[in-house]
């Protein structure tokens, strides 16, 4: 499954590079991206935690 | 480039009267001069920009180091092993953990019971013409919705409370010295009845926060009984004594500012904008700590290893470089970043339950209320602290029934 930044809400705090630096990062304007088409089942708890964890409620799944 | 220590700075005196009168217009005063001033507990960051640097830097780190050992060894080394002085992998993983209890279906099927709440101590508030809206809603409030939800037996509230206000007083840099033995007594005691609340919830566990964070630590093993504590002691006060600081303020706001209540009562899809403006225009927070772990330098000052360095959301929050009419409060702005709830990876981790907490009880408010006047005076803890409301007397006027 995709995962989705709201780049409107983003702030850049980088709380979910840090949970899964494998699924997010900071880009130079300070925003955050997703880093992979596709998230693996196995990487799903952390990306969950990393939508609890952002400040700004930027991050989702697809509705 | 110039070292900071030899820097001609605004100096700002946080036990100032002037200071204690008015926060942010003495904020914009130094802000006008410079990015930074010098006050007696370190160098005061005063600009939007350098803020968000600062909070983000590598060489800066959040420090929890202001109790002196002198002081009190307890409080000192209490503040050492808690989650804001944690950093690096511990502090990811007590995060991750912590957040167990703020799944977003968690919070948000507390919207409805907040609503509740909020409704019930309106329909105690709202009677005759006057009311204090801290004492009778905004105080209440999240100790009533956070305390099921915690784990916590209501009639632990009083004490919790007494405990609570105590522990914030560690946040009043610039006393330190004299309050550290209350804020250490009023420690001791909470951490006692926390490792005692644990016990109760093991024996007895049940569907709450506490409960869940048993849970974690009997099976995952992710962290030890001490981290167990820790973050339950530090959840309780997070949860019971932030949002009703921020609501208090918030409401002052909106008392002091009638015109944006009648805006807000006409238009309640501004209840998001409204929560974020409040936030930024009147914080509930003094100041947060940061210290340099190697010689550094931001723009073009040098610090050298061990400076102190303190972002002040009521001044970073005004600054005019972000916001237009910065000192007006305008519940209809464009939501930008403030730093209320920090800034980075130590920023609030309840931030997103205490927004939809407090839109749900300026929206109950303003489904019912139609005008508040300010009638009296709005004693509050020193602004050098936190500076909580302790009281706002107003005279109210109802909606039309019809």
């Known amino acids: 499954m995709r995962v989705l930044i709201d780049l409107d809400r983003c702030q850049g705090h980088g709380q979910c590079a840090q949970i899964a630096p494998d ?6 304007d300070e925003r955050a991206y997703v880093l992979v088409e596709d998230v693996t089942d196995a990487r799903h708890g952390d990306v969950d935690d990393a939508i609890v964890m952002c400040p700004e409620a930027a991050i989702a799944w697809p509705s | 480039m110039a070292n900071v220590h030899d820097l001609d700075l605004p100096v700002v005196d946080l036990r100032s009267p002037e200071y204690e009168a008015d926060a942010i217009g003495t904020w914009r005063a130094a802000r006008d001069r410079s990015w930074i001033a010098r006050t007696a507990t370190g160098f005061a960051v005063l600009t ?4 968000r640097t600062i909070l983000k830097h590598p060489d800066f780190q959040v420090t929890f180091t202001y109790v002196d050992p002198a002081y009190s060894e307890y409080l000192h080394e209490r503040q050492k092993h808690g989650l804001m002085a944690s950093n690096g992998p511990r502090h990811v993983r ?9 799944r977003p279906h968690i919070v948000d099927a507390l919207r409805e019971p907040m609503r509740k709440i909020m409704d019930e101590l309106l329909d105690a508030a709202l009677v005759g013409d006057t009311c204090d809206i801290v004492a009778q809603i905004t105080d209440p409030y999240p100790a009533r919705v956070m305390t099921p939800i915690l784990g916590i037996p209501s009639e632990d509230l ?7 206000s105590d522990s914030v007083m560690i946040f009043d840099v610039a006393r330190l010295k004299e309050l550290a033995p209350r804020i250490e007594a009023s420690g001791r005691e909470f951490d006692a009845y926390v490792a005692g609340l644990i016990e109760r919830r093991r024996n007895d566990p049940g569907s709450d926060v506490i409960s869940e964070l048993i849970r974690v630590y009997d099976q995952d093993g992710k962290i030890d009984e001490a981290e167990l504590r820790m973050l339950v002691g530090s959840l309780i006060p997070a949860a019971l004594d932030t949002t009703r600081g921020q609501l208090g303020f918030t409401m002052e706001s909106f008392v002091r500012h009638p015109e944006q209540w009648t805006r807000f009562v006409r238009q309640p899809e501004l209840a998001e904008r409204a929560v974020e403006e409040g936030l930024r225009f009147a914080p509930s927070v ?4 940061h210290i340099a772990l190697r010689d550094t330098s931001i723009r073009d000052v040098d610090f050298p290893a061990g400076s102190v360095v303190v972002v002040y959301p009521r001044s970073a929050n005004h600054d005019a470089a972000v916001w237009e009419h910065a000192d007006e409060f305008d519940v209809g702005r464009e939501p930008q970043l403030h730093f209320t709830f920090g800034f980075g990876a130590h920023a609030c981790l309840g931030a997103q339950l205490a927004r939809i907490e407090m839109a749900e009880a300026l929206s109950a408010m303003a489904a019912r209320v139609a005008t508040w006047e300010l009638a009296g005076d709005v004693p509050h803890q020193p602004m050098s602290s936190n500076g909580n409301r302790l009281a706002l007397p107003v005279r109210f006027t109802l909606q039309d029934a019809s």
């Not at chain 1, 699924?23 to 130079?28: E, K």
């Open chain 1, 23 to 28: 699924v997010f990062a900071l880009g130079d």
């Open chain 2, 48 to 51: 939007h920009a350098e803020a």
């Open chain 2, 94 to 102: 007590l995060r991750g953990v912590a957040v167990r209890a703020l």
């Open chain 2, 158 to 164: 009083p004490e919790i409370d007494r405990w609570a």
């Open chain 2, 286 to 289: 003094s100041g947060i700590s």
